[in-house]
């Protein structure tokens, strides 16, 4: 990777929180065997002119590769079922998983961020036919007007939608279901208790501030009537850890509390299915 291509990266706030998952995947490619194995986020680590080390504390890098990797096995399965649907990738940051999954041909896959993220990536990432680019705000108007609402869409939130508050992920859900007629919404939350911590963690690392916190479910359905819960998983109880830390992480998830620390949420809109269950609201668990 040439040293051009990284000169004048500097990100700021919660642009810059981006090299913490990036940080975590480049080690755990580095692992004899790897959750993940994203080797594109280690040579992007490598080729950073500065010290990521800071922005991250230790024990979180685990989690969140493990984050990635369930969303992963969600978008294989949502693309396996729809070859034409387009993927909103939102608070892309340096992420590649697009060249994890591989979509199929029919597939359009739209990683989006701010447009300084956007303007960093494209150093690192080439544009083909179905996969683009775009650098926006998700608070701007507009920025899905160009999509054909009659795909189906998966919005993938891989620890974005916290940085938001109530209301712009309030506009957000409500736009998104509002353009197209039928998709699903894959993403983590955290509960207040862990976005207080987080903070506290961020405060001296970053600018940025973790803003949505969920603890009792039924906050997700004020977000958006038309969603529907599918699915919501504890992140402690994902298949993916190591075997020492599914222990670890299985008995510490038998407390209420820590087991909802960080889950992941599959949610639809525009199905029979959504409309049906609307009322009996599954994922109710964990
Ligand atoms: C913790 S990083 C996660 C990056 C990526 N999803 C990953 O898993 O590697 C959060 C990302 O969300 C982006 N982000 C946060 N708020 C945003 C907003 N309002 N509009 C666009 N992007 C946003 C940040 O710029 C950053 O890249």
Known sequence: MSGRATQGVHLTGVQETLFIPLYAKALDARRHRPILGDRKADELVRAMP?????????????????????????????LAVHPSALVLNLGCGLDSRVLRIGPAPGVLWVDLD????????????EERDGYRMLGSSLSAPGWLEGFSPDRPVLVIGDGVFEYLDAGELQTLFRRVTGHFVRGEFVFDIMSSSALARGNASLAH?????????????????????????????SLLRSPYHPWGLRLLYGLASLSHG?????????????????????????????
């Open 205 to 233: 690392r970053t600018g940025a501030r973790l803003r949505f916190a969920v603890d009792d479910l039924a906050t997700l359905d004020t977000l958006d009537p038309r969603l529907h819960r599918v699915e919501v998983v």
């Open 50 to 78: 500065f010290d990521i080390e800071r922005l991250t504390h230790s024990g979180v890098g685990p989690v969140l590769v493990v984050r990635a990797r369930h969303l992963d096995e969600w978008v294989r399965r949502f």
């Open 114 to 125: 701010f447009p300084e993220v956007i303007e960093v990536r494209r150093r690192f990432f």
């Open 258 to 286: 820590l087991r909802r620390v960080i889950r992941l949420v599959r949610a639809d809109f525009g199905t029979p299915g959504s409309q049906a269950q609307r009322s009996g609201r599954a994922g109710g668990s964990p």
